[in-house]
């Protein structure tokens, strides 16, 4: 069985730990299922916002 990327498991961390102000040993307790679900829902979040800012800039009203 392959060990999961050290580089992978840090950018997760930091990604999760910025979005929701989790500390490092919450995160790091978390099933990898939980903490990618978390990444992809953070990921998710942000495409929205960005759509929704993206479309009231191009509204001339």
Known sequence: ???YPLERLYEEIAYI????????D??????HRDRQRWV????RI???MNE???E???RPW
Request: hydrophobic letters at 30%.
């Open 40 to 43: 992809s829902e953070i990921a």
């Open 52 to 54: 929704d800012t993206s």
């Open 26 to 31: 919450r995160i790091m307790t978390m099933e």
């Open 17 to 24: 730990a910025y979005h929701f102000n989790w500390d490092k």
């Open 46 to 48: 942000n495409r929205k």
């Open 56 to 58: 009231k800039e191009r």
């Open 1 to 3: 069985m392959k060990s």
